[in-house]
């Protein structure tokens, strides 16, 4: 057991009087140490975590001014953009050309005198295409012809017969049947003139050609012949001709039929393409 230092009372162990002067006493002494330490330190804390904390709340708020800034900096960005955008929509606005629309219009509908004229037209129109077409296949097959008649052995025959029957034909008909070496053998003993100024033609009347048979192409041995031939006629001539110069590169038998005082009659005789002097006829039966 205790006693109070103030009353005498006596009071148990680890408990305090409940007099008047120990009362005041109690009220007037000052709080535990530990008590105002722990209280400094909580509130020391609190300070500390509150410095902390607006700090960290300055630091984000100043982020949040430039970020704030940067939207604002953006925005006048976007704004200039806008702006210039604006400004090319003005202008081609300004220079675009005007939209047009079509308005479906009904055709108007024609009368039957009109129709009959328009249906007319077209007729005549496609009757002109029609005569157009066929002059030009006409012409077409006519050139065709004509060259092919007047080209290479058919061009040779039709020479042939053209100056048979003409009184002019004399050159034509000599060049065509002889070798050059025995024309110019002519040429040099001045006969070539004589035989030009003595040809006797056929009459026209009574000599034409009708129409080409048949061509055949001579076989190199029917060749060979023909070259023989023209060496026998300058030899038998007098006039010489070195050996190898006459050269018949190719040849055709043709047949032809011709009107001979008024009847058909079927004849015939070899074209033969010399080399460097060109074509030479030479007859079916030269024996």
Request: glycine share 6%; with cysteine.
């Amino acid at each position: 057991m205790a006693i109070c230092e103030f009353c005498g009372k006596e009071i148990p162990e680890g408990e305090i009087c409940e007099c008047t002067e120990n009362a005041e006493i109690g009220l007037s002494e000052p709080t535990d140490v530990t008590e105002i330490i722990s209280d400094e330190e909580t509130v020391i804390g609190d300070v500390t975590e509150t410095d902390e904390n607006t700090e960290e709340e300055t630091v984000s708020d100043e982020t949040a001014d430039e970020e704030s800034t940067d939207e604002v900096q953006t925005d006048e960005t976007d704004d200039d953009e806008t702006a210039e955008d604006d400004t090319e929509t003005a202008e081609n606005t300004e220079y675009a050309e005007p939209v047009v629309q079509e308005y479906y219009q009904p055709k108007p509908q024609l009368s039957a005198e009109a129709r009959r004229r328009r249906i007319a037209r077209r007729k005549v129109k496609a009757r002109r295409r029609r005569i157009a077409a066929l002059i030009i296949i006409i012409l077409f097959f006519w050139c065709i012809s004509f060259i092919r008649n007047h080209t290479g052995v058919r061009g040779t025959v039709h020479k042939y017969w053209k100056c048979v029957v003409s009184e002019d034909g004399g050159e034509d008909y000599y060049t065509l049947g002889l070798p050059k070496y025995l024309i110019r053998h002519f040429e040099d003993t001045g006969e070539w003139t004589n035989l030009i100024e003595n040809y006797e033609n056929l009459s026209a009347d009574a000599v034409k050609l009708k129409k080409i048979s048949k061509i055949k192409r001579m076989s190199k041995d029917e060749l060979r012949d023909a070259e023989k031939y023209l060496y026998g006629l300058i030899r038998r001539y007098g006039a010489e001709a070195p050996d190898g110069t006459i050269i018949a590169d190719k040849g055709y038998l043709v047949t032809v039929i011709y009107i001979y005082g008024g009847e058909k009659t079927l004849g015939g005789a070899y074209y033969v393409k010399i080399q460097g002097e060109g074509w030479k006829v030479l007859p079916y039966n030269r024996n």
